[in-house]
């Protein structure tokens, strides 16, 4: 009855349903406060107090009509045209509203581009370990997804591996820094790096590749950390943004599209992305959203409690013996597994009522991501539970 | 650069883009209170009162965790059991909250549900004139488009014409009642003919079609007009429903999707309309408006005043001459083009600044879509150019 598609993507699907199912079967039978649920990227912190006033000012004081209305489906010129002036005060760039597509997340972002680019059989390269979704959002539009394999030692993407990845199809590479799931920030050395290997490509085949940087998670960087703004380092970049963990407002959906004046084809490429957003469904981001985010554009989540968060997740499983990339950026802590396989290791994690998500379901076997986006008491209180499960590895602790 | 598709959508975009930018044109040049602007379906009159209500209260009262965070990609349990509760009271149906996904808007549903069902050339039937969109959405999972000429006495579908397009491959069947652009409600008749036509196909071809209402126009019916809830009348429906229209809030994004227990395949459509809305990028409709929606399920937009525009205007357009169909429900009228082109009769009638939108753009050649859901003071300016234009067609107007 429904297609053949979705009926394999329905079979793909039950395992990470099942975690969901068994957290909640968990938390009612211990108790919420007895599960360590470290597998969803839903932040714990509230969105700023600026948001909730934007947002009742708005519907104390603008016309019902014009709020609620329909606009262009590339969004309200004057949003557009105030994320383009707060991008160009931060990065030194000279964007204006007609680069900005205002799209209800980064997520319908990727798709959008993804759908105005490729024709089927078209290739897009993601480096491993990634976000799954790339896969189905390539598979939507009949793409072809190549996988890059890691560099473990710093989950910095490898240049010679992606110039290896690169065929005349190659359309697409995508990259997400701070990373989902390794909390790695890509640094400047490697953007160009990968900067240079992509223009190389692209004059030996004559082709034009497109960098699609995807980051949600961008002002989530600990420590000073600066993260490139790509644009800047290489010509046909697009950007995918989201206020979702910026703004904790994952459930509001909206974000936009940044499309450089200097990406080739770019009237095309715009106006594609803007049928493609139209055409999907989208028609537009909420309205309500658009105008509440446009007066918060200097507002930003309290990092500090997740960098509190890393550090405390980070010494406590050091101590319990886990080996841990040291987080960057984002709220992942990338662990690796005492066992080779990651999905046993997990399924080992319940019985202590640890809720984590095996490495395997971002092609990253022999990991295990463990979200801190949770309150520090979770953290606090899970410590016993990580101690009982490193015993269990025969891991060897520190007092 | 871009995919062919792409390229072939921005070059049929054109026509409607273009008509856009000359309403901007003109409004710029004669004042925008002497264009007549009848091509837009967007709502001139506010959301009820409580949807700013409601909305701040939500704001001021729960926890921003939970307003502005994930929930399930099938949105809030509780607001999918009021829906469901809802229609429940008004159709005496028997839903619940796992009949019901919340979208953003109806075209989403229409997309997910299409996603779900078709395999690459399978066949999906529309009644002309049509949403131009609805074959926008049918070639984005790859299927066919057949098109079922129009009964112009009354265009109500045809239950004789729906049999004949009936194939082996025929998936879903499309209807849009109240409908856009013929402002006709589908009789009760009617549906229950069109019901008798698929039994008897899917019967004969061992086949599950599907009937896919789309229904933002629920509402807005007039004179006390019935709009039969189609589930009742056959098995394999699948309602999309938007709040656009009926609470006036088409920038906001809000809808749900009703899928029937009984529907063939029951657990795998349902699942998989959830995950083709995930991989699809929308991740969940926007948090605020479902909860908001979900207090305001027993209020409902004025139709009087669409009601009195609806009167206004046909008598204005018959008292010159013009034919058009009296619409029974929606913001939309019909009227018969005096000549067979009616691009150049739409094109005629900017010269006395109105905009109406051609009928070809519905695959509904030789009529006219005049949107009504503007102020009455726009109707009643309007007259003296509608007059004109009759004059120079040639039709005969009564004093």
Redo the contacts between chains.
Sequence with gaps: ???????K??MN?SAIRAMFEEGRVMAEKYGRENVYDFS?G??????PEA??QA??DL??EE???Y?????SNAGFESVRAAVAGSLNDRFGTAFTENNIIMV??A?????IVL?????PG?EVIVFAPYFV?YG??T???DGKLVVVQPTTADFQPSPEALEAAITPRTKVVIVNSPNNPTGVIYSEETIKNLAAVLEKKQAEYGT?IFLLSDEPYRELAYDGAVVPFITKYYRNTVVCYSWSKSL??????IGYVVIPSEV??FE??F??AV??F????????????QLAVARCLNESTDVSAYDANRRLLYDGLTKCGFECVFPQGAFYMWGKSPIADDKAFSAAAKKYRLLLVPGSSFAGPGYVRIAYCVSSETIRNSMPSFRQLAEEFGLKGVE
Tied chains: 1, 2.
């Design positions: 009855m429904v297609s053949e598609r979705i009926k993507l329905a699907n969803l839903n932040p714990n912190y509230p969105a948001v909730k947002m009742i519907l104390n016309d019902p009509v709020l609620h209305g329909y606009m209800s997340g997520s319908p972002g990727l798709n759908k105005t680019l490729l024709d078209d979704e189905n959002y598979a939507n539009y034009s904790s407002l994952p459930g509001e959906r080739d084809d095309l490429v106006s594609g049928i493609s139209r055409v999907l469904g989208y028609i537009n981001a909420p309205s309500l959203q």
